[in-house]
């Protein structure tokens, strides 16, 4: 083990995990309304922009992902990530232009979106370097804090956005990166918190892309994710818009909305930590994917807004899974790798991103943003089926090697 130490480490790492979360809540419910109705872009501009960001950050994760397991220091990582966050949001809010967007999600954000794997890759290992038996609870509970930025900041967001300037939401999350990277700059001024586990050593004559070799079920899982994703994706870009357009709501609404689904996801995830003890991992998400296409197609049909809050408790149990049950699902991935493995949940989140921001710009060019959401649940539903079909044999209670 290595030395004792001297700063409050798990409140560091809470606090972190809060200004992540506030750096996806501040923005991503908005995102669409920034660069589309705001901004002026097309919807396939905004696609377009979208996925170079998602192609462009799947090789950039990957590579952060390989290069902290061979590092001593993975906070370093973490700092250069939160760093892109300060230029890439503080670029939109300080030039509010197409241009600054473009730049900014297509080209920064592809380093800046890795912050959020890194944070959970350092997580893992210096939990499971000081205590393993409490590495997963650690994991969880610091995702949790995570939620609760959720639940806090799009309300708050919304209002502000209304009352001031929509461009305010990426001047939070600009600080909030600002924040983390002085989180992480403090941690480093500690030798105790640079931690690491060793890789294993490939065998000889095996090639680099051996370390990249799957199961077939942890493969279909992994692909299975990504279309669930994406068709949370899907929902996140459209939902906002339908809000507003179809529904009559505020951008006050669209962050109620994030806020109170949030706030059921929270509650959401105790349960989860509790069944992922009587179900598979495989199975808690594949359950997941069909509570959201359930949830996506019921919004679809809705003609005013009050209803939608009363179906946000199917959102928060499938979200949960997704954003929860996820986390430890992806670290398992690549034995031994903690780092490469936790850069899947980055490499998931772009993939679905790249498919979800295309079907957006597609599916929603001529205003129809009931068609989109309709699809949206389609795409859930076949995510969820891939999970189960290409984990048949892993469906249901946990086997004792499981346990093991």
């Known amino acids: 083990m290595a030395g004792t130490s001297h700063v409050p480490v798990t409140a560091l790492l809470g606090l972190n995990m809060f200004f992540s979360g506030v750096t996806y809540a501040a923005t991503m419910p908005y995102a669409s309304l920034v660069g589309v109705d705001t901004l002026g872009l097309t919807p396939g501009w905004f696609a377009s922009i979208m996925s170079l960001g998602a192609v462009i950050g799947t090789f950039v994760s990957l590579g952060l992902g390989f290069l902290s397991d061979k ?3 993975r906070r370093l990582l973490v700092l250069i990530t939160a760093a892109a966050g300060v230029l890439a949001h503080g670029l939109i809010y300080a030039f509010p232009a197409q241009w600054s967007f473009a730049v900014a999600m297509g080209l920064i954000m592809p380093l800046a979106g890795a912050c959020y794997g890194q944070c959970f890759g350092y997580i893992r ?9 409490r590495a997963d609870f650690m994991v969880t509970a610091l995702r949790t804090v995570f939620t ?39 941690l480093m001024t500690n030798e105790a918190t640079a931690v690491q586990i060793n890789a294993p050593k490939r065998a ?3 090639s680099l892309l ?15 994710l990504i279309v669930m994703t994406a068709a949370m ?42 069944l992922t003890t009587k179900l598979t991992k495989e ?11 359930v949830f996506i197609c019921m919004v679809s049909i809705l003609t005013e807004i009050s209803a939608l ?27 031994g790798r903690v780092g490469l493995s936790t850069s899947l949940m980055d490499v998931v989140a772009i993939a679905a991103n790249l498919l979800g921001a295309t079907a957006f710009g597609l599916l929603t060019t001529g205003g129809d943003y009931r068609f989109a959401l309709m699809v949206g649940a389609i795409v859930s539903l076949l995510g969820a089926a891939i999970m189960a079909f290409g984990n048949l044999s892993r469906l249901g209670a946990p086997r004792p090697v499981e346990a093991a």
């Open 148 to 186: 609760l930025a959720w639940i806090v900041v799009p309300p708050v967001a919304g209002w502000v956005a209304g009352q001031f300037s929509i461009f305010y939401v990426y001047l939070a999350s600009s600080l909030s990166y600002g924040a983390i990277a002085l989180i992480f700059a403090a």
């Open 283 to 293: 199975t808690l998400l594949a359950l997941a994917g069909v509570v959201m296409a």
């Open 210 to 224: 051996s370390t990249f070799a799957l199961p077939f079920g942890t493969l279909a899982g992994l692909v299975g």
């Open 309 to 335: 809050y009363w179906l946000l408790i199917l959102n928060g149990l499938g979200t949960a899974a997704l954003m929860s049950v996820n986390i430890a699902y992806v670290q398992d991935a690549i034995k």
């Open 204 to 206: 000889e004559g095996a």
């Open 233 to 274: 994706r899907i929902l996140t870009f459209t939902i906002a818009l339908f809000i507003v357009s179809d529904l009559g709501g505020s951008v006050g609404d669209v962050g109620f909305y994030a806020g109170i689904t949030a706030a059921v996801e929270a509650p959401c995830m105790l349960l989860l930590a509790y």
């Open 125 to 133: 290992v210096f939990y499971v370097t000081r205590d393993p038996k």
């Open 71 to 73: 590092l001593r220091d």
